[in-house]
């Protein structure tokens, strides 16, 4: 029961993050950094209002308390930050199919640190998808034609970000986690916008829907980071890598067919095979549930 609401999160999580580039489009105007320091203040101030409405305010005091635990989590803010800055840069300057490319290869990153550091095992049909996604990977990157800075960044901060998740939340609640990240970067964040308003240069502003609308970046970040906060605890990291396949394919298709960005030859077949470990992923995960005594 647990391990299907694992992937009932997971799911909902990645179909949420495949459809961003439709939201994230809306912020032409500001730079990437700008907006995700928006994502961080107002994500921290979700979260704190669940928690005061919860009377769970003092799950982040325990959280202080346990130096590990605290490191861990400031490490996965610096972690998501990253990869929110670069996910943000790559839509807004036209190159959504970059990542797209990066999460095409981030849950080769995920699930091999599963393997590595966790000692998890594949099943058959698992290491059949990781073949799979592992030649498109190899098909995307030759058509690519150049460094892939922006597919590379994002595949390796969010692959990190999973095993840091992974490892805490086992012992944290999705909302206070979530809290304590967004806490440790939100005085970088906060320091940014203000260097911004200073200068002349920051795009947020009390009077008009524009301000409103940078405001929203906090539920929109919130609701999909605190269901894959869910998911990573209930799931392994192998299944938790399979996932994430959903959320480039809505990217990809986003990037093709409303943003119209080139899609040659290699990139059809590099999708062909992403979408072949999908159905591999797919049976195998019907297989599990099918056999609870299976474990992956």
Not at 54 to 82: D, F, M, P, S, Y
Not at 272 to 287: E, K, P, Q, S, Y
Request: charged share 10%; hydrophobic share 55%; proline share 4%.
């Amino acid at each position: 029961m647990q391990q299907r609401k694992g992937l009932v999160n997971g799911f909902a999580a990645y179909l949420l993050w495949g459809l961003f580039p439709l939201y994230f489009a809306l912020f032409a105007r500001s730079g990437a950094l700008e907006v995700v320091a928006h994502r961080a203040i107002w994500s921290l101030g979700v979260c704190l209002l669940i928690l005061a409405a919860t009377r769970k305010l003092h799950q982040l005091r325990e959280i202080l308390t346990n130096r590990k635990l605290a490191w861990g989590l400031a490490a996965a803010g610096v972690l998501i930050l990253a990869n929110w800055s670069m996910y943000v840069y790559g839509v807004n300057t036209g190159r959504t199919l970059d990542a797209a490319l990066g999460y095409f290869i981030n849950p080769l990153a995920v699930t091999a640190l599963g393997v590595l550091v966790l000692k998890e095992r594949l099943r058959p049909l698992q290491w059949a998808a990781m073949a799979s996604g592992v030649v498109a990977v190899v098909v995307l990157l030759i058509g690519y034609g150049r460094f892939p800075y922006i597919a590379l960044t994002l595949a390796f901060s969010f692959g990190t970000y999973s095993l840091v998740k992974k490892l805490a939340g086992a012992s944290v609640a999705p909302v206070p986690g979530l809290a304590f990240e967004t806490a440790t970067v939100t005085p970088i964040a906060l320091g940014y916008l203000i260097y911004l308003a200073v200068v002349g240069q920051s795009t947020f502003g009390l009077s008009g829907g524009y301000g409103a609308l940078l405001a929203t970046t906090g539920i929109i970040t919130a609701i999909p980071l605190l269901l894959f906060a869910v998911a990573a605890r209930e799931v392994s990291m192998v299944t938790l890598g399979m996932l994430q396949y959903i959320a480039p394919v809505g990217q990809f298709l986003l990037g093709w067919l409303v943003f119209h960005e080139p899609m040659p030859l290699s990139r059809w077949l590099g999708f062909g095979f992403v979408w072949l470990a999908i159905a591999l992923f797919v049976t195998d995960v019907v297989l599990a549930v099918r056999t609870p005594s299976t474990r992956g």
